[in-house]
């Protein structure tokens, strides 16, 4: 059970940003193939995930974070689902990336000639 996990975790790992999910689809399609109740328990796990996210999002408690998980299991058995998390990948690693910019330059308007 563990093996398959580190497996899955590797492809994940060695993928570039953008690819992850989409390679962890088609390891889980080709190479690693489940069993049916096993993919129902699964995407039934991914649903309830889901759902107890939305309820987190008027209750206090990590929301989307486990609307996120919820996708990770759901992105491993359906191909739309692995492009929207490597779209949202790609997005969050922009937009970090805008914001450490924006830190590395300091408020907006201070000049280091003002303080002589």
Known sequence: MFEGLKKEWRVLRENPPGMRFQAR???RKVESPSPAWKKILVIA???ALIQIGMALWFLPGPGWLTILAGL???AGYWEWTSRFL???EMWLRRTLARFSRRK???PAGSSRQANR
Do not use: I, K, T, V
């Open 45 to 47: 796990l991914g649903f």
């Open 104 to 106: 590395d330059r300091g």
């Open 25 to 27: 689809h088609r390891y």
């Open 86 to 88: 490597d779209g949202a």
């Open 72 to 74: 990770a299991l759901l």
